[in-house]
């Protein structure tokens, strides 16, 4: 048996974390760009701690019952990680290049 109960918390965390990737390439240019990106920047940290905490504990209560891991919700938090680097990455791209909006 696989616990999966925790699953949940992972698609909510890549949901926001896609959401921000999406706002941060749509985004036209703003007043408060450096306040943005602080934001951007805590948001992506948070998430990925998050994740990994969740991802642990998923892991322990898989040890203590004595069932078999999730292997879905490692490879949703590897996703949570790559988008949330991206988003890091993009919102400091567009506030030192000027990239073009869409």
Known sequence: MVIEHLR???YVILLFSIIIML????KKKSVHNLIITFYIVT???FAIILSGI???QSGMIADETGNAGDEISFYLFIAVVIINVVNIALSFLKKTRRLPSL
């Not at 706002?23 to 749509?26: F, L, S």
């Open 8 to 10: 949940p918390i992972f």
């Open 23 to 26: 706002t941060v390439i749509i």
């Open 54 to 56: 969740t991802l642990f």
């Open 43 to 45: 948001f992506s940290i």
